[in-house]
């Protein structure tokens, strides 16, 4: 739950920004995309090195390994378009956000491990496909770079599906 | 007619209607199999629904950014991953509905359905 709520941190950020005008633009976008997508990746090896339960391992596998996919296909596109990720308050705010989630993560053990990282995987999917539908995906102007935010949503909500479906399976088992 | 007569035409029966069911079964065989396409994208099966014939071949192809797979429920075929930009191709070697899913994303599902 603690990192659910430091995680909020950021997506209220962005959200912030978009209340008072301030949409971010394509550049500042592309960083808040490959930065969330690299977040995600960073606790996938974490849980992969550190799970025992084989669901969970590949689970964090699966996260490694789209995650990665869709920043190669993002930084493909972005360099085609000649487009440089910008830094901005909202993609340092989730660098840090993630980087004190994974010190969170990484006190645990066992199953209080799997449950948190699971518990962290539904709470982030779920902020990532708002910050999308609400921010990232209006604002953005490029409409190759808008189709490819449109084109990895689902498989943002297949994700979360999934992590919502271990998330209960691991409840159940105690 | 004599019952010699009729013996002679039931013989020459036989053997006109078995021709004529070889015949349809050398047709059947002979068919040219159709092609299918299934577009993987936007972590969806598109169509979902295949109907094909025995002998018909059906190709995924993943026009999505993440790797996929179509694998059976009830066993038959398995794609294993299908990468970005790949594809991969089954042709239906028995009659029956099958229900199939990307087992990297379970919500994910199709039928391929062989008649």
Redesign the interface.
Known sequence: MKASIVMCTSWLLLSAGGARGQAPNDAQIASIVVTANQVDIDAGKLAEAKSHNAEVKAFAQ?MI??HS??IK?GSDLLAKLKVTPQDNPTSQSLKTDGDKSLAHLRSLEGAAFDKAYMDREVAYHTQVIGALDKTLIPSTTNPEFKA?L??????F???L??AK?IQSSLGKKH | MTRRAWQKLAAWAVVVISLAMLGVGFAARSRTPTSYTVTI????FQPPLSVVRVGDVITWVNK????HTATSRTGGFDSGAIE?GKSWTYTATRTGDFPYLCV?????TGLLRVK
């Open positions: 699966r390994t789209d996919a869709v296909a490819l449109v084109k990895a949503r689902p498989t909500v297949a994700h599906e999934e479906r | 994208d936007a972590a969806r999505d950014l993440v790797p970005p990297f994303h379970p919500t994910m």
